[in-house]
C-alpha cells in the first residue's frame, strides 16, 4: 500500500488531499522528527511531504501530485490530452514560483515567528508581490469555472493548496471575486475536506 509522510498541516496537506481526490488507499505517517537517518532515507531534503508508492519514492508535492494524478487520477482530474498536461504542469510551477514564496513570507512574518522576530514590512511587502499573479488568476478564471475550463482538475487542486492559507494570514482577496469564489469552491470538495480533517 502506498504510504503518504507529513501531517495534513504542512504541504504534505496538499499531497493527502491528491491522493483522496484519486480515490487511492494509503497509510499516512506522520514524521515527528525529519531530519532521522531513517527517514533522510525516505527524503534526504528532510521535509516533508514524500510518497512511498510500493517502492517508488517520491518527494517534492507538486512532483507528488502530479504523478499521482497521472498514475491514479481519471479524466478530468489528470486531463486525457497532451495539452492538458501541459497546462497542469504550467499551472503548477506557476503558484510554486509566483505565489508560494510570498505566501510563506506572510505566514512566517504573521504567524509562524516568534513575535520578537517578526517584521510586518516584509508581509506588506510579500502581499504588495501578491498583487500581479493573483490578478492574473482572477482574469484567467473570468473565462472558464475552472483552470482548465468546465472542470476541476490536478491544476486547480495544487494551486488552490497553495492558496488555502489565505485565511490565516489575513490575505484579502476581495480584489480579485473571481478567484476568491474559484478557491472557496475548491475547499469545499469534499476530498479536501477529507484531508484537512486528517492529522
Ligand atoms: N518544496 C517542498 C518543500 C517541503 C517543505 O519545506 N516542507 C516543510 C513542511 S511545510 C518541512 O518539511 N519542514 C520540516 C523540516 O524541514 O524539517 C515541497 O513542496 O514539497
Not at 509522510?5 to 504541504?11: E, K, L
Not at 494509503?26 to 515527528?32: C, D, G, I, T
Not at 514564496?101 to 513575535?115: C, E, K, N, Q
Amino acid at each position: 500500500m502506498a504510504k503518504l509522510y507529513g501531517s495534513s498541516m504542512s504541504r504534505a496537506g496538499r499531497s493527502l488531499w491528491a491522493l483522496e481526490e484519486a480515490g487511492v488507499k494509503f497509510e499516512h505517517v506522520l514524521v515527528p522528527e525529519t531530519r532521522k537517518p531513517e527517514y533522510l532515507k525516505i527524503n534526504p531534503n528532510g521535509h516533508v511531504p514524500a510518497l512511498d508508492d510500493n517502492g517508488t519514492i517520491l518527494w517534492e508535492s507538486m512532483a507528488i501530485n502530479l504523478y499521482v494524478a497521472e498514475k491514479y487520477g481519471k479524466a478530468p482530474l489528470w486531463p486525457s490530452t497532451v495539452e492538458g498536461h501541459g497546462a497542469c504542469y504550467q499551472w503548477s510551477l506557476w503558484c510554486m514560483t509566483e505565489i508560494e514564496t510570498p505566501m510563506i513570507d506572510v505566514f512566517m512574518h504573521r504567524i509562524m515567528l516568534p513575535a520578537d522576530q517578526r517584521d510586518e514590512k516584509v508581509a506588506v511587502a510579500a502581499l504588495e508581490k501578491l498583487k500581479a499573479p493573483l490578478k492574473v488568476l482572477d482574469d484567467h478564471l473570468q473565462k472558464s469555472d475552472y483552470l482548465l475550463g468546465k472542470e476541476f482538475t490536478i491544476a486547480d487542486l495544487n494551486v488552490a493548496s497553495v492558496l488555502s492559507i489565505a485565511q490565516y494570514i489575513q490575505l484579502d482577496l476581495s480584489p480579485t471575486p473571481t478567484a476568491q469564489k474559484w478557491l472557496q469552491k475548491c475547499l469545499e470538495r469534499p476530498a479536501h475536506q477529507r484531508a484537512s480533517a486528517m492529522k
